[in-house]
């Protein structure tokens, strides 16, 4: 038996932002949890990636991907 789970509009974008977090981290050979302080300490979850989710979420994950990791990189440098 097949059952589907619904899940609300704010568990889709936390999975989102999960998935970006670990997509940045394959892509630089980093630690899931040193990526996701670095995005935090930069404010780029909740000032980029969140509020930009309709969008974000239609790209491909390789461009994604490789937004993610200029965005947190100029984000870094201009801190």
């Known amino acids: 038996m097949e059952y589907l789970v ?7 974008m936390m999975a989102f932002v999960a998935s970006c977090i670990e997509s940045v981290a394959r892509f630089l050979n ?5 990526v996701f302080r670095r995005m935090k300490r930069v404010g780029m979850i909740e000032h980029y990636i969140l509020p930009h989710y309709d969008t974000l979420h239609t790209e491909s994950r390789e461009n ?3 937004g993610l990791v200029e ?3 100029e984000w870094e440098r201009k801190r």
């Open 30 to 34: 980093a630690d899931y949890a040193e």
């Open 64 to 66: 994604l991907t490789k």
């Open 6 to 12: 619904e899940i609300s509009q704010e568990q889709q």
């Open 71 to 73: 965005c947190l990189n």
